[in-house]
């Protein structure tokens, strides 16, 4: 069974810092692995998508990065914004008969002071 | 375009009721699946609907159920609620196996 653990767990941070947060799963055989955002109290919002064939992403200030060989990613957040307060969450999506299933990690919880 | 809907936004029930939770997906979108999220379990998963059909689920006890219509709204039952169904209950739907999930803002379950 596919495990996702993400690090750290919360993260208070001065306003412009750059950030990165980590995620690692179990099983190296996935299909691709996606990172969201969550607001208190709101549904998850996608930010990227990296299918199992590349290596990274980039959108705006984010860029994530996939090792599938070690079961790692990274979330890095350039120059960071209290806008940006956020719990940031890792899914993996598996290869074979859960196909269509996400396993998510517990999530960082973000936290970027002005 | 419009995201996935989820309706109702807040529920109120009684242990021992059951609920209907209603997800319109993205136009164009034809499979949908269903998470729950607790603070203690964080996000898992239920089931996931194509074309009207289930193609998975997850380690949830027969009391929640779902379907899937044709014009690709879904509906999740859970019946006789227990005060463990507490949770946000989220709704997501994508294109194609290799588009990125979607997500509704969820509906917010309290059972007393």
């Known amino acids: 069974k596919q495990e996702v653990t993400q690090i750290p767990a919360a993260l208070s941070v001065p306003e412009g810092e750059n950030l990165v947060l980590n995620c690692s799963f179990t099983?190296?055989?996935?299909?691709?692995l996606q990172w969201f955002r969550q607001d208190p109290g709101k549904g998850l919002t996608s930010l990227l998508l990296?299918?199992?064939?590349?290596r990274e992403q980039t959108s705006g200030r984010l860029n994530a990065s996939l090792d599938k060989s070690s079961g790692r990613s990274t979330l890095y957040i350039a120059a960071s914004q209290p806008g940006d307060s956020a719990t940031y969450l890792c899914a993996v999506k598996s290869r074979g008969s859960t196909l269509g299933r996400l396993y998510f990690g517990r999530g960082t919880q973000l936290t970027v002071w002005p | 375009k419009a995201g996935v809907t989820q309706t109702p936004r807040y529920l109120i029930k009684t242990r021992g009721q059951q609920v209907t939770l209603s997800c319109s997906p993205i136009?164009?979108?034809?499979?949908v699946s269903w998470y729950q999220q607790t603070p203690g379990q964080g996000l898992q998963f239920l089931f996931e609907?194509?074309?009207?059909?289930?193609?998975n689920k997850g380690n949830f006890p027969g009391r929640f159920s779902g379907r899937q219509f044709s014009n690709s709204r879904s509906e999740m039952n859970v019946s006789t609620l227990e005060l463990g169904d507490s949770a946000l209950y989220l709704c997501?739907?994508?294109?194609?196996?290799?588009?990125?999930?979607?997500f509704g803002n969820g509906t917010r379950l309290t059972v007393t």
């Open positions: 136009s164009g979108h034809r499979s």
């Open positions: 997501a739907s994508r294109y194609t196996l290799k588009s990125p999930l979607h």
């Open positions: 990296i299918q199992s064939s590349q």
């Open positions: 099983d190296s055989a996935i299909y691709n």
């Open positions: 609907y194509f074309s009207e059909t289930q193609r």
